[in-house]
């Protein structure tokens, strides 16, 4: 939860509720019928206030150094006249992810 104002009145909230899902899909070109399976991610993000109103710009990003995965973001915070970085860090093992 990023927090804003004076009062921390505004916020920003992000989840990554699937950091590292397993997917399967079923699909047809025209008569031909294909599966495929691979990875996938699922988050979530809520707030108070649009999030363009309250950070500049953000970086964000995510890797596996097995077993661990890791999130990050880094988001730079709007305000008047300067620029202040707010850095975060998730890191999750398989047995962490309650997705099975």
Not at 45 to 67: D, Q
Not at 88 to 100: E, F, K, N, P, V
Request: contains cysteine.
């Amino acid at each position: 939860m990023l927090l804003f104002g004076a009062q921390e009145e505004k916020n920003f909230c992000w989840l990554p509720s699937i950091p590292f899902g397993t997917v399967s899909a079923t699909y047809s070109i025209g008569t031909d019928l294909h599966k495929t399976a691979g990875t996938g991610y699922h988050d979530h993000n809520w707030g108070n206030a649009p999030l363009l109103s309250l950070v500049n710009n953000w970086y964000w990003g995510r890797g596996a150094a097995r077993p661990l995965y890791f999130y990050f973001g880094l988001y730079r915070r709007r305000e008047e006249i300067w620029l202040c970085a707010l850095p975060g860090l998730y890191a999750c093992s398989r047995r962490q992810d309650h997705r099975r």
